[in-house]
């Protein structure tokens, strides 16, 4: 597989013995800290769970106030975005480095679409008052503490938007390192561990997505 | 091809998937993203939260195994992640088993902290942290009663009157609580 057989290639650092030890090192690496974003984002999932069963009627009754159709936009453009992200690794993989940047370049650009949906989602709440806590001061809604289930949803939704602009950075790191040609078939570790967390972030929009949108 | 060469050299760690697969993968996940949205138009009643939990599961599984790779990883990433999931599942599991039935050991427990109650009379009572969850165990139970209710927290008198119905109340309520194993009915 490697030429280098036993020379030491630039990439490999000088505590592994070879290129696969260290990317499988680095592929647990990233593994385990999806574990513990798994965690992070579980608290809130429990949260969430905690106060919907508290108050069902009231979870159904604020939920109508969220747009499902930019939901489901937002839900069609992080998806697309994880299907280039998917194809950029691969393009990589094949040594297609103008591809990848193209590719790259279009998640980026799926990801800003993501955020400023997300921002006109945002900007009409805080017209409303449809805020969390003591922030609240929508009228238009009956039932028990309607103001819980806007802080579990910017809670979800804030924190998820955070790892979508810690993504976008990540994304336009992989530009830079693909345009200096440093990622390459034979290396290609930091754009599969991008991958890995731009799919994870992806991941948590699909259960926020019918959790907070699409209650029955 | 691609694939087969990946799977006979365990040693590579290049895999390159056949474009088809990932294009398969995005129109599925598109195509359940729909579903699931055209789905949420009717009513299942409490099976709901179910559906929407299946096939968002379906999705996320896709996800992990076709485009994280864990299908092709070594088994240890995919223990690595079904650990963190797991341990969600139980730590969600064991919360909603403590808030929905919380009171069925001990009506005591249940409701809004009463100073009046003959345990909380105990001289060594308090010593050991008190309990901060006053209104939750209670006010789930009172939701579907008094939906059409006011808009306020539930008062104390519907707390003290939800208290040691704590089990009926809660098979009563409409929605199950979310999450794989998450169900404590």
């Not at chain 1, 984002?41 to 949260?47: D, E, M, S, V």
């Not at chain 1, 990801?111 to 017209?127: D, G, N, P, Q």
Request: charged fraction near 15%; hydrophobic fraction near 45%; glycine fraction near 8%.
């Amino acid at each position: 597989m490697h030429d280098v057989a036993d020379g030491h290639p630039s990439f490999l650092q000088h505590h592994f013995f070879e290129p696969e030890q260290q990317a499988e090192a680095a592929k647990l690496g990233t593994w385990l800290f999806l574990l513990t974003e798994i965690l992070l984002f579980g608290g809130l999932f429990c949260a969430y769970a905690v106060y919907r069963a508290w108050y069902p009627d009231m979870f159904y009754e604020a939920h109508l106030q969220l747009n499902v159709v930019l939901g489901a936009t937002n839900t069609v453009v992080l998806i697309t975005s994880s299907v280039t992200m998917a194809l950029a690794i691969r393009a990589v993989q094949m040594n297609k480095s103008k591809q990848a940047i193209w590719l790259l370049v279009a998640t980026l650009a799926f990801a800003c679409t993501f955020l400023v949906i997300k921002y006109f989602e945002y900007s009409h709440k805080f017209h409303l008052g449809q805020l969390p806590g003591k922030y609240y001061s929508f009228t238009g809604l009956e039932g028990n503490n309607p103001h819980v289930f806007f802080s579990v949803y910017f809670l979800m939704t804030g924190l998820h938007g955070f790892h979508v602009l810690g993504g976008m950075g990540l994304i336009t790191w992989m530009i830079v390192k693909v345009s200096k040609g440093k990622l390459s078939g034979e290396y290609y570790t930091p754009i599969e561990m991008t991958g890995l967390y731009w799919h994870l972030v992806d991941m948590i929009w699909i259960f926020l997505f019918p959790l907070l949108y699409l209650i029955g | 091809m691609a694939q087969a060469a990946a799977h006979s050299s365990k040693k590579s760690h290049v895999h390159i998937m056949p474009l088809k697969v990932y294009m398969a993968v995005g129109a599925a996940l598109l195509i359940l993203t729909f579903v699931t949205t055209e789905i949420a138009q009717f009513d299942f009643g409490e099976f709901n939260i179910y559906i929407a939990l299946v096939i968002a599961s379906i999705k996320a599984m896709l996800v992990a195994f076709f485009f994280m790779h864990l299908w092709w990883d070594n088994k240890l990433m995919f223990v690595t992640f079904s650990i963190g999931l797991i341990t969600l599942t139980v730590f969600i599991a064991l919360t909603m088993v403590d808030t929905m039935d919380r009171g069925s050991i001990n009506p005591e427990t249940a409701g809004q902290i009463n100073p009046k109650a003959e345990m909380y009379n105990s001289p060594d009572f308090g010593k050991g942290g008190h309990h901060g969850d006053a209104e939750g165990a209670a006010s789930h139970d009172s939701t579907a009663a008094d939906s059409t209710g006011a808009h306020i927290d539930s008062t104390a008198a519907e707390m003290s009157e939800g208290a040691g119905e704590g089990e009926t109340a809660t098979s009563g309520a409409g929605t199950q609580p979310p999450g794989d194993g998450s169900s404590t009915h």
